[in-house]
C-alpha cells in the first residue's frame, strides 16, 4: 500500500512539473544550434528594388522585410485574437518611412509565387490590412523592376523633396 502511495505521489509531481514547465525549456543554450547567417536577406531582384527605392527616394527611409503588425495598431479595446493571427505571421517587403518614422507607403514585389493560392489568400490579408488602416501599399512585378521615375510617381507623388 505504502508503494501505492510512493508511486502515486512521484506521478503528481511530475504532472505538476509538466504542467508548470514554461514554453521553451529544456532547450540546450550551451550547444550550438544548426543555424547560419543567410548570404543575403533580400533575393536578387528585392535588393535592385531596395537600391532604386533608396535613390528614387532620398531623405527617406527603406526598411526591408517587415512584420506587418510592426506597422499597425488596434484602438483601443478592438484587439481580437482572430484578427491578429490572420495577420501576424504575414510581412511586407518594403516599408518607406519619412525621417520622423511615420508611414509614407508599403511595397511588394511580386513574384511568380504569388500565383499560388495560399500567397493570394495572404496577399489579400494583407491589401486589407492596410487599406484597412489607410497605408499605401503599391505592388510591382519582379520581372519588371521599376525606374525611378515610376518609383516617385506611384509611391505618394504629394511627398515634398526632403533635401539631406
Known sequence: MTIIWIAFAVFIVALLRAATKKRGDGIN???RWPLEAKQHVLSERERALFHRL???LPGHLVLAQVQLIQILTFPRGKRTHALFNRICRLSLDFVILRPDTSIVAAVELDDATHERADRKAADARKTHALL???IQLVRWNA???PDLQTIKAAIAPELPAIRI
Do not use: M, T
Open 29 to 31: 543554450l550551451k550547444e
Open 54 to 56: 533608396q535613390q528614387a
Open 132 to 134: 484597412s488602416a489607410g
Open 143 to 145: 520581372k519588371a523592376i
